[in-house]
């Protein structure tokens, strides 16, 4: 029995809180300059972002040349760095639907509440770090903590859905496969909804009126998804 809990102890602190941990080592930026066509960032704003995307991002062999050259001659920079966030960006799309699948899968099939939480938990705490890690920046203290918040109302509402009672007027949600099924796509949607949040956060700024922005933009994507 003692092995079980010491695993559970060692799975607990590398899937739940190395992720959490790890997304304060990065640094908060608003680049919702590089994205915004109505703004023009200065040079020294801009000259600031590319030694910090230099030095804190992983950039392909390529790209750091690039930015290197555009760096020192001062020859459009603004549109190097907007090219290398937008990649950036558009590749986490893929992390997230990918995470979506696995929570969706791994909820769907696991039909154990404690263990569908755990689950949720540490997808979308991993979801989190991969978005961070590879964007070299995190969002804000309290979108952080709005974040997490989502994160854990998720988990325990996938968790109560083996304990509701849908009766006559659903019975095939009723059903054990029903209620696996709904749980796996409430475990999707909750990860997408993080996923592209995260993603938002740090696309679109720190302002209220980008932070409005970022949730209808995080909400059009996961329309999107359903529908495709």
Known sequence: MWVFYVFLIIAVIWFGIFPFLSVFTKKTRDWSPLVDQNSSPSDAWLNRQAK?????????????????????????????????????????????????????????????????TFLLLTINLSLIKNIVSEMGIRPSLPDLLKLYLLVGIGALVIDQINDLEFGDALPAVGTIAGKSAAQGIGAALVTLRVGYLTKAYLIHGQSKTHKKEARQWARLKIRNVIIS
């Open 52 to 116: 910090y995307m230099l030095k804190n991002i992983d950039l392909s062999k390529e790209e750091n040349r690039k930015l290197q050259y555009h760096l020192t001659f001062k020859k459009d920079l603004n549109s190097c760095l907007k090219d290398i966030v937008e990649k950036k960006a558009e590749a986490m799309d893929s992390v997230v639907l990918n995470k979506s699948k696995v929570a969706f899968l791994a909820v769907s099939v696991s039909q154990n509440g404690p263990l569908d």
